[in-house]
């Protein structure tokens, strides 16, 4: 079974930096996707930022310049760049995985950004 591992949240204040991790149960060019979405209390997820086993990003509008995925592969690792962090980040984030038309979740990791 596939199974993802955030970490790397935390408290920061505004205008911080953080880097998220996920690290994969298997080698992550098996997904044909992988990404991250984030959760508001109170909010639907949205989805943040994306990679293809190819290697082309993409972001939601407002994440762009800020918001930066990167990989490792012989880590089976997908990362999040987030800069100058601003109070409406502040969210569970989560790693998501596409295999065979089936979408897999992280538990998710909390970021809180306040002054």
């Known amino acids: 079974q596939v199974q993802l591992v955030e970490s790397g949240g935390g408290v920061v204040q505004p205008g911080g930096s953080l880097r998220l991790s996920c690290v994969a149960s298997e080698n992550i060019f098996n997904f044909n996707k992988m990404g991250w979405f984030r959760q508001a209390p109170g909010k639907e997820r949205e989805w943040v930022a994306s990679?293809?086993?190819?290697?082309?990003?993409d972001y939601v509008d407002h994440a762009k310049g800020r918001f930066t995925i990167a990989r490792d592969g012989a880590r089976k690792m997908v990362y999040l760049q987030i800069d100058s962090l601003k109070p409406e980040d502040t969210a569970v984030y989560y790693c998501?995985?596409?295999?065979?038309?089936?979408?897999?979740w992280g538990q998710g990791t909390q970021v809180t950004v306040s002054a």
């Open positions: 990679i293809t086993v190819g290697g082309t990003t």
């Open positions: 998501s995985a596409r295999l065979l038309n089936r979408n897999y």
